[in-house]
C-alpha cells in the first residue's frame, strides 16, 4: 500500500449511512488504530470483476477471514478500494487467480487532481485503442457518449440495449425477426476482439505472476 498505509489503514472513520437514510459526510475518529498483525492490507481499483468461486466464499467463507475483514474494513476509508484486494491477497487459495487490472481506460490531469480527467471526443481514439471496454468518467451530454452509442454499441433512434446475437432486425426498439432457436446466441463483435487483446497481453505478460498482490 505504500504511502496509503497511514493514510488509509490507521485513521477511523464512521460513516452514517450505514445507519440513517439520508446521505453525509463521514465521521473522523480522532484516535488512530495500529495496523494489523493478522493480515496485510492491499488497495486498488473500486471496480472488480468476482469469480464466482470467490464471491461465494466471501459471503459463506469456510474460515473466518472474509467476515474478519469486513469489520475492519467497516471503518475503513475508501473500503471498496481494500476489502476485495485484501481478502483474495490474504487467501492462499485465490492470491495466485488476480489480474492486477481493472479494465478502465482513464486519464489524470498533469498533475494529477482528486479525480479523472472528464474524457471526450479527442479521447475518442486513444480510448478504441486502449482496448478496454470500459472509461471514465464523462460529462452528462457528452457528445462523445454518442459516438459511443452509435459507432460502438450500434444504437440506433433511442434503442436502450445494444441487439444481441439473436436479433437481425432493424427496428431500434424491438426484434421483430426473433427466431426462438437463436435464444442465448453470441457472436463475438469487434470489441470482443478488442478485450481478447488486451487480456492475452495482460497474462501473457513477463512479469504477470509478480504484479499479482503486490
Same mark, same amino acid.
Given at each position: 500500500?505504500?504511502w496509503?498505509?497511514?493514510?488509509?489503514?490507521?485513521?477511523?472513520?464512521?460513516?452514517?449511512?450505514?445507519? =440513517?437514510?439520508?446521505?453525509?459526510?463521514?465521521?473522523?475518529?480522532?484516535?488512530?488504530?495500529?495496523?494489523?498483525?493478522?493480515?496485510?492490507?492491499?488497495?486498488?481499483?473500486?471496480?472488480?470483476?468476482?469469480?464466482?468461486?470467490?464471491?461465494?466464499?466471501?459471503?459463506?467463507?469456510?474460515?473466518?477471514?472474509?467476515?474478519?475483514?469486513?469489520?475492519?474494513?467497516?471503518?475503513?476509508?475508501?473500503?471498496?478500494?481494500?476489502?476485495?484486494?485484501?481478502?483474495?491477497?490474504?487467501?492462499?487459495e485465490?492470491?495466485?487467480?488476480?489480474v492486477?487490472?481493472?479494465?478502465?481506460?482513464?486519464?489524470?490531469?498533469?498533475?494529477?487532481?482528486?479525480?479523472?480527467?472528464?474524457?471526450?471526443?479527442?479521447?475518442?481514439?486513444?480510448?478504441?485503442?486502449?482496448?478496454?471496454?470500459?472509461?471514465?468518467?464523462?460529462?452528462?451530454?457528452?457528445?462523445?457518449?454518442?459516438?459511443?452509442?452509435?459507432?460502438?454499441?450500434?444504437?440506433?433512434?433511442?434503442?436502450?440495449?445494444?441487439?444481441?446475437?439473436?436479433?437481425?432486425?432493424?427496428?431500434?426498439?424491438?426484434?421483430?425477426?426473433?427466431?426462438?432457436e437463436?435464444?442465448?446466441?453470441?457472436?463475438?463483435? =469487434?470489441?470482443?476482439?478488442?478485450?481478447?487483446?488486451?487480456?492475452?497481453?495482460?497474462?501473457?505478460?513477463?512479469?504477470?505472476?509478480?504484479?499479482?498482490?503486490?
Amino acid at each position: 500500500m505504500g504511502w496509503k498505509l497511514n493514510k488509509r489503514g490507521k485513521p477511523i472513520i464512521i460513516d452514517p449511512g450505514l445507519h =440513517t437514510l439520508n446521505k453525509s459526510e463521514i465521521w473522523w475518529v480522532i484516535k488512530q488504530r495500529s495496523l494489523p498483525t493478522a493480515f496485510k492490507l492491499y488497495t486498488g481499483s473500486a471496480w472488480t470483476i468476482l469469480s464466482r468461486s470467490f464471491a461465494e466464499y466471501c459471503i459463506i467463507g469456510w474460515e473466518n477471514l472474509p467476515r474478519t475483514l469486513l469489520l475492519y474494513y467497516t471503518n475503513f476509508v475508501s473500503s471498496p478500494e481494500g476489502y476485495f484486494q485484501t481478502v483474495i491477497c490474504n487467501s492462499e487459495e485465490y492470491k495466485n487467480t488476480t489480474v492486477n487490472h481493472d479494465l478502465h481506460y482513464i486519464t489524470w490531469d498533469i498533475p494529477p487532481k482528486q479525480h479523472p480527467r472528464s474524457l471526450g471526443p479527442k479521447d475518442y481514439r486513444r480510448m478504441v485503442l486502449s482496448n478496454r471496454p470500459f472509461a471514465r468518467k464523462f460529462k452528462n451530454n457528452n457528445p462523445v457518449l454518442n459516438k459511443i452509442d452509435r459507432d460502438l454499441l450500434k444504437r440506433r433512434n433511442g434503442q436502450y440495449f445494444s441487439a444481441g446475437g439473436w436479433c437481425s432486425n432493424d427496428d431500434a426498439r424491438g426484434c421483430l425477426n426473433l427466431q426462438v432457436e437463436k435464444y442465448g446466441v453470441l457472436k463475438p463483435g =469487434t470489441g470482443a476482439r478488442r478485450l481478447r487483446t488486451l487480456l492475452k497481453k495482460l497474462i501473457s505478460a513477463p512479469h504477470f505472476a509478480k504484479r499479482q498482490c503486490r
